[in-house]
């Protein structure tokens, strides 16, 4: 990133909000490496978009990675200057749900069984960050995980970039006040400058098609990004949506920090578990189109993803029926088939308020 836009993010209100700009001097060897993974992801995907696509100006946007310990993402907007903001603290969160899984016995026990534990998952859960090298395992299952890492990072990068992308900024702040749209919601809804007249519905649509346009943006680049199955067989295609389900609960997961089920008060934002339900249901129906397999096997991969994912999730927080067990009584569930029906329409609302807006 320029000298410029450095010192001009530095300043940033948003910026200093989420803990302010991050100094690399002082960072252990492992938050050092996730840094460069997470820029490395980020070049990836700047650099396939602008390719596809020279108008979107893509190039003009910054990764800031903040300092902030809360795990907080944010697509920030301010006059002719657009950046993805990552706090430290998610990358952390990240790290620490992916090295607990890796560590943990019964996550992927068959495909790439743990053989040399040597730690505790909850050891690698609630201890220092454990450096890569530090894993104490397989090759090949270590080398795995790091690629479900990837998918995380690249989700993660792929909604922010989206955000800005579908211009979901300029909804939220339409008289051209510097804006943006965070993770955490902790405090959009006091943010000067927001549309009083958005409805919370709205707001979880920005959320939806953020999700499904990240989606799309990933799915677009599957085959430069993994060249080497560039005829894709059915198989293929499986086990990539396994992959993006597994990474995307884990990093849902590790936003939800709220105590209770029910969504976020005043922004009124879809909660994590909602999201994750949604967004996996998304990415078979996408791949299904693109790499044909069977219905049923896709079924089982889905629900694959959600047994391996739900692990680590059981034994550090929230009751049977949040990210594992039984799940919803039937009356939440059919809360959740109408609010379902809602998330794949996301899209088409967003386009129809941009429309709006746009010959208004």
Same mark, same amino acid.
């Given at each position: ?96 749900f992916l090295t607990a899984a890796a560590h943990h016995p019964d996550v992927l026990s068959r495909a790439h069984p ?107 680049? !599957? ?28 990093? !849902? ?108």
């Open positions: 990133m320029e000298e410029v836009s450095r010192a001009f993010w530095k300043v940033d209100p948003i910026v200093r909000s989420m803990g302010g700009y991050l100094d690399v001097i002082g960072l252990t060897p492992v938050e050092t490496t996730l840094v460069h993974w997470t820029e490395h992801v980020f070049d990836i995907n700047i650099g396939l978009l602008d390719a596809r696509d020279p108008d979107l100006n893509i190039k003009g946007i910054d990764l800031v990675i903040s300092a902030g310990d809360a795990p907080n993402a944010a697509a920030r907007q301010s006059g002719d200057r657009r950046a993805v903001i990552i706090s430290l603290g998610l990358l952390r969160k990240l790290w620490r743990l053989r040399d534990p040597g730690k505790s998952w909850k050891e690698a859960l609630d201890g220092p960050l454990i450096a890569f090298d530090d894993w104490s395992m397989e090759v090949e299952r270590a080398e795995y995980f790091v690629d479900i890492l990837m998918q995380m990072f690249d989700y993660v990068i792929s909604h922010e970039l989206a955000h800005l992308l579908r211009r979901h900024i300029d909804l939220l702040f339409p008289d051209a006040t510097p804006g943006f749209v965070d993770e955490a919601a902790t405090y959009l809804d006091q943010a000067p400058g927001r549309s009083p007249e958005l409805l919370p519905e709205t707001l979880q649509d920005i959320e939806f098609d953020a999700d499904a346009n990240g989606l799309n943006q990933m799915l677009l680049s !599957m085959d430069e990004k993994h060249p080497f199955l560039r005829g894709w067989t059915a198989e293929d295609g499986l086990e990539y949506g396994f992959q993006l389900a597994f990474a995307h609960i884990l990093v !849902m997961r590790a936003l939800d920090t709220r105590e209770g089920p029910v969504d976020r008060p005043g922004t009124e934002y879809p909660s994590p578990l909602f999201r994750a339900m949604n967004f996996t249901n998304l990415v078979f129906r996408s791949l299904h189109d693109l790499v044909p397999c069977d219905f049923e096997e896709s079924v089982r991969v889905h629900d694959t993803a959600w047994f391996e994912a739900s692990e680590i999730s059981k034994d550090i927080g929230f009751g049977d029926g949040r990210w594992f067990g039984e799940g919803p009584s039937d009356a939440d569930h059919e809360k959740f088939l109408v609010r379902e029906a809602r998330y794949f329409e996301a899209t088409r609302r967003i386009d129809r308020i941009l429309d709006g807006a746009d010959n208004g």
